[in-house]
């Protein structure tokens, strides 16, 4: 086969762009594309993971933890398809994540092929923002620059579709001639300055404004600085949607954490009692959590126009990178003399991370599962990338880790999909192999997908700086979220068939593959447990028996509406008793005395 092929030229083109990994998974659709790999000395790197969907998990992980474009490929037909649902998530969560995929020679196109999928028909919806088919050698540059481009400009998932037989063609370049289509590398990019006059109508609804809010989301990433400065100046509280819980320290005492139904009481209360609301880099969703409308005037400052003004019924829809327009607006703010609202957030906040405390000290049956999360928080490396799957492990996420520094966290925010918890953090750590990584999974994704993964881990962990990837296992033998939203949002009872599962020695499997593992069956195992893992010289698995009972109680949710719930669901369930008991310990902290009171 010649060395100068259609194949060749796609990853001396990914080396141009500076592409250093590629998580893949092989196939005969992409043979061709293999062999060049070959031919290139596996550089970039072909990463491979135990299934195409973790691929895309993968290089998820590894855009939102490095600001590159993750690139993952698969094989035509299953492997194209397989490849789905990582893909949503990025598009969801706007991540840049280019797909390269193969498909059905195009003399067989048309003819029900073996592994014959109309590609283009398929990735419209999740790739819409740009899905091409390369169909001749002339035409790849102009397609793969722009897959990459639209990427990052655009923060979605785009697609490159190459049959199998154009992989092996030989390359030849775009002439200088009609209906050819030239490209070129690279992208610079601009800073998204606001107009002067909108800044001008915002300074004044929040220079009006007496009790002012804040909602900082993953948009705001990088702007730090800027939002303490606008907060200290209004007197205001920020809380931050689930994607954005890295943009600012837990340890700032105005900070109010995480919103929403994986959010604190905090959070609730400054956003029922607010009158103005400044929301920065955020698209969350659930609008019942903001205030009232007609409650508070609003301001919103976001990169992206197509996701502006559509959350709450703001006056001034900002578009602007948010670090330059938090900039030009700090010097038309007047500062707040009255702090009585600041005040009063603060003591919220300290309060309630009292009773976080509290309710990680609840006993329960065998381990409480926010102790799990609460022991490590003091201890979390400085440099430490975190990530969570979906279910009950992303609401102690969302409120025992008190993150500060340079620390990094991120999970399926949108999507809410279950899995990419482990391939998540070995995204993660391609993209930054010196920088711990701790993942917390519960028993349920761990049995989808995470199991497998770990011999992902066992393949290439040597290659990483820094060995160290933790992954924390929730081991409650319950599908626990969707037996919680049985209960609370159905008033139905737990049905076991569906959420109870089959119990599995997750260290022991761990330990198969020669990582380090450990198995938690007492709340006094958990410090030495994590001890060990922090130090390891090699990943570790903590195998931690948690109870399914300890509930995840929403932050609005008051003492009468908890009792309600809990006596519409006790027929039947057969955890009635557990629930109730460990339910009413937890939710009793909130109002037990706490310091100061």
Same mark, same amino acid.
């Given at each position: 086969?010649?060395?100068?092929?259609?194949?060749?030229?796609?990853?001396?083109?990914?080396?141009?762009?500076?592409?250093?990994?590629?998580?893949?998974?092989?196939?005969?659709?992409?043979?061709?594309?293999?062999?060049?790999?070959?031919?290139?000395?596996?550089?970039?790197?072909?990463?491979?993971?135990?299934?195409?969907?973790?691929?895309?998990?993968?290089?998820?992980?590894?855009?939102?933890?490095?600001?590159?474009?993750?690139?993952?490929?698969?094989?035509?037909?299953?492997?194209?398809?397989?490849?789905?649902?990582?893909?949503?998530?990025?598009?969801?969560?706007?991540?840049?994540?280019?797909?390269?995929? /193969?498909?059905?020679?195009?003399?067989?196109?048309?003819?029900?092929?073996?592994?014959?999928?109309?590609?283009?028909?398929?990735?419209?919806?999740?790739?819409?923002?740009?899905?091409?088919?390369?169909?001749?050698?002339?035409?790849?540059?102009?397609?793969?620059?722009?897959?990459?481009?639209?990427?990052?400009?655009?923060?979605?998932?785009?697609?490159?579709?190459?049959?199998?037989?154009?992989?092996?063609?030989?390359?030849?370049?775009?002439?200088?001639?009609?209906?050819?289509?030239?490209?070129?590398?690279?992208?610079?990019?601009?800073?998204?300055?606001?107009?002067?006059?909108?800044?001008?109508?915002?300074?004044?609804?929040?220079?009006?404004?007496?009790?002012?809010?804040?909602?900082?989301?993953?948009?705001?990433?990088?702007?730090?600085?800027?939002?303490?400065?606008?907060?200290?100046?209004?007197?205001?509280?920020?809380?931050?949607?689930?994607?954005?819980?890295?943009?600012?320290?837990?340890?700032?005492?105005?900070?109010?954490?995480?919103?929403?139904?994986?959010?604190?009481?905090?959070?609730?209360?400054?956003?029922?009692?607010?009158?103005?609301?400044?929301?920065?880099?955020?698209?969350?969703?659930?609008?019942?959590?903001?205030?009232?409308?007609?409650?508070?005037?609003?301001?919103?400052?976001?990169?992206?126009?197509?996701?502006?003004?559509?959350?709450?019924?703001?006056?001034?829809?900002?578009?602007?990178?948010?670090?330059?327009?938090?900039?030009?607006?700090?010097?038309?703010?007047?500062?707040?003399?009255?702090?009585?609202?600041?005040?009063?957030?603060?003591?919220?906040?300290?309060?309630?991370?009292?009773?976080?405390?509290?309710?990680?000290?609840?006993?329960?049956?065998?381990?409480?599962?926010?102790?799990?999360?609460?022991?490590?928080?003091?201890?979390?490396?400085?440099?430490?990338?975190?990530?969570?799957?979906?279910?009950?492990?992303?609401?102690?996420?969302?409120?025992?880790?008190?993150?500060?520094?340079?620390?990094?966290?991120?999970?399926?925010?949108?999507?809410?999909?279950?899995?990419?918890?482990?391939?998540?953090?070995?995204?993660?750590?391609?993209?930054?192999?010196?920088?711990?990584?701790?993942?917390?999974?519960?028993?349920?994704?761990?049995?989808?997908?995470?199991?497998?993964?770990?011999?992902?881990?066992?393949?290439?962990?040597?290659?990483?700086?820094?060995?160290?990837?933790?992954?924390?296992?929730?081991?409650?033998?319950?599908?626990?979220?969707?037996?919680?939203?049985?209960?609370?949002?159905?008033?139905?009872?737990?049905?076991?068939?569906?959420?109870?599962?089959?119990?599995?020695?997750?260290?022991?499997?761990?330990?198969?593959?020669?990582?380090?593992?450990?198995?938690?069956?007492?709340?006094?195992?958990?410090?030495?447990?994590?001890? /060990?893992?922090?130090?390891?010289?090699?990943?570790?698995?903590?195998?931690?028996?948690?109870?399914?009972?300890?509930?995840?109680?929403?932050?609005?949710?008051?003492?009468?509406?908890?009792?309600?719930?809990?006596?519409?669901?006790?027929?039947?369930?057969?955890?009635?008793? /557990?629930?109730?008991?460990?339910?009413?310990?937890?939710?009793?902290?909130?109002?037990?005395?706490?310091?100061?009171?």
């Amino acid at each position: 086969m010649a060395s100068n092929t259609v194949a060749d030229y796609l990853l001396e083109r990914l080396r141009t762009w500076g592409v250093e990994h590629v998580f893949a998974y092989a196939g005969d659709g992409i043979n061709g594309i293999l062999a060049a790999w070959g031919r290139a000395e596996n550089d970039p790197q072909f990463v491979q993971a135990r299934h195409e969907e973790m691929c895309a998990f993968e290089a998820v992980g590894y855009a939102k933890f490095t600001g590159r474009v993750g690139v993952c490929m698969a094989t035509s037909g299953p492997g194209a398809i397989h490849l789905l649902n990582g893909l949503y998530d990025a598009k969801l969560d706007h991540v840049p994540v280019v797909a390269i995929v /193969g498909q059905t020679a195009r003399s067989a196109m048309g003819g029900s092929y073996q592994q014959e999928v109309d590609l283009l028909s398929l990735y419209k919806d999740v790739a819409g923002d740009y899905v091409q088919m390369v169909t001749v050698p002339e035409q790849l540059p102009n397609v793969l620059d722009r897959a990459l481009r639209v990427a990052m400009t655009q923060r979605a998932p785009t697609a490159i579709i190459i049959p199998a037989d154009v992989q092996e063609l030989e390359y030849s370049s775009p002439s200088h001639a009609f209906k050819m289509v030239p490209s070129s590398v690279g992208i610079d990019w601009p800073t998204a300055a606001p107009d002067d006059q909108a800044l001008a109508r915002a300074a004044e609804i929040l220079n009006e404004g007496e009790k002012v809010a804040l909602l900082i989301g993953q948009g705001a990433r990088g702007a730090g600085e800027e939002i303490a400065r606008v907060a200290d100046l209004l007197g205001a509280g920020a809380a931050k949607a689930l994607l954005g819980k890295d943009v600012l320290s837990d340890e700032l005492a105005w900070v109010t954490g995480s919103i929403g139904l994986l959010g604190t009481r905090p959070s609730y209360e400054m956003m029922t009692d607010c009158d103005t609301l400044l929301t920065v880099g955020s698209n969350f969703p659930y609008s019942q959590f903001l205030p009232e409308y007609g409650q508070a005037r609003g301001v919103q400052i976001d990169i992206d126009g197509r996701f502006i003004g559509m959350r709450y019924p703001n006056e001034v829809n900002l578009v602007a990178d948010a670090k330059t327009a938090l900039q030009a607006l700090i010097p038309l703010l007047r500062r707040k003399e009255d702090r009585s609202w600041r005040e009063r957030i603060e003591s919220n906040v300290a309060r309630w991370w009292e009773t976080m405390a509290k309710e990680a000290a609840v006993s329960a049956d065998p381990v409480n599962p926010l102790a799990l999360f609460a022991e490590l928080s003091p201890h979390l490396p400085d440099d430490v990338i975190v990530t969570a799957d979906s279910g009950s492990s992303a609401n102690w996420y969302a409120r025992q880790l008190r993150f500060r520094g340079n620390m990094r966290g991120s999970l399926s925010g949108t999507l809410a999909t279950m899995g990419p918890g482990v391939p998540y953090g070995i995204g993660a750590k391609f993209g930054n192999p010196d920088r711990p990584v701790i993942v917390f999974a519960g028993d349920g994704a761990m049995q989808m997908n995470g199991l497998a993964e770990l011999i992902t881990v066992k393949h290439y962990w040597q290659q990483w700086t820094d060995p160290r990837l933790i992954v924390a296992v929730l081991h409650n033998n319950d599908l626990n979220q969707v037996t919680w939203e049985m209960r609370a949002m159905s008033g139905a009872p737990k049905f076991v068939p569906s959420q109870t599962l089959p119990d599995v020695d997750y260290a022991a499997f761990a330990r198969s593959l020669g990582l380090h593992a450990v198995t938690v069956t007492d709340p006094g195992e958990l410090g030495p447990a994590w001890d /060990g893992a922090l130090s390891a010289d090699r990943p570790t698995l903590l195998d931690v028996h948690t109870d399914p009972n300890m509930p995840p109680i929403p932050p609005h949710a008051t003492w009468e509406q908890f009792t309600s719930a809990t006596a519409a669901v006790l027929h039947g369930d057969e955890d009635s008793w /557990g629930f109730v008991k460990e339910g009413i310990k937890t939710k009793a902290q909130e109002f037990l005395p706490h310091k100061g009171t």
